[in-house]
């Protein structure tokens, strides 16, 4: 449970750093003018959607997870910290996630309005779900639902918190460092975490 609960936490904040969840908006906001209260309002609702369709798809994984410990223990206690191992191992070769909305894209919405062009972004962060978080709800359904609710409500208040802190440091003016080498590392980092991840639940279940 602790392992599980541990990468939650460390990939929720990893993803609450990644720029693609807050450097696009922050430039987006920029060049249509929005107030900075209006900036933060849409990261606020892009962040909200985002959760929505990440805990919605994690719900799912959860139930599956719990058939599966209920009915295949060994199959749960074994296979499923390898296949962890596994995703991490394809992270890792990927090296490289998460591509929402980027900042070129912005370019095409700049002539909509701003009820359309958040409309547009909430439906695109909904689908845009963080797959590798889904495979620590699957792992949470050997435990009782109330693990469930303590992770979503985890990674939810670090990546919708973590995304308004950035953007209101961003729209300061942080925007103009360079968060290349972050960006292209968060598949590296994630890999990792989830590898390890695996391996000590492997081991100690």
């Known amino acids: 449970m602790i392992q599980i609960f541990s ?7 990893l993803h609450a750093l990644i720029p693609s969840h807050w450097l696009p908006i922050t430039a987006m906001g920029q060049n249509l003018k929005w107030t900075s209260k209006e900036t ?3 990261t606020l609702y892009l962040g ?17 997870g719990h058939e599966l410990d209920k009915n295949y223990t060994a199959y ?3 296979v499923v910290p390898v296949g962890l191992i596994l995703i991490g191992i394809v992270f890792i070769y990927r090296h490289h996630t998460h591509h929402h909305f980027h900042i070129d894209e912005k370019e095409a919405l700049r002539k909509r309005s701003t009820i359309k062009i958040i409309s547009s972004l909430m439906l695109l962060m909904f689908f845009s779900p963080c797959l590798e978080v889904e495979a620590y709800f699957l792992m949470a359904g050997k ?11 985890m990674y939810a208040i670090i990546t919708v918190g973590g995304m308004l802190l950035w953007v209101s440091i961003a729209i300061k003016g942080l925007k103009k460092t360079n968060w ?7 598949g590296l980092i994630t890999g990792v975490i989830l590898i390890l991840t695996g391996i000590v639940t492997y081991l100690l279940d």
Do not use: R
């Open 180 to 186: 290349h080498k972050l960006e292209h590392n968060a």
């Open 76 to 78: 749960f206690e074994k």
């Open 48 to 64: 909200i959607a985002h959760v929505g369709g990440t805990l919605l798809l994690g719900l799912i994984f959860y139930f599956v």
């Open 40 to 42: 933060l309002l849409a």
């Open 7 to 13: 990468g939650t936490l460390l990939l929720s904040i």
């Open 143 to 153: 435990y009782h639902i109330s693990f469930l609710v303590s992770l979503a409500t």
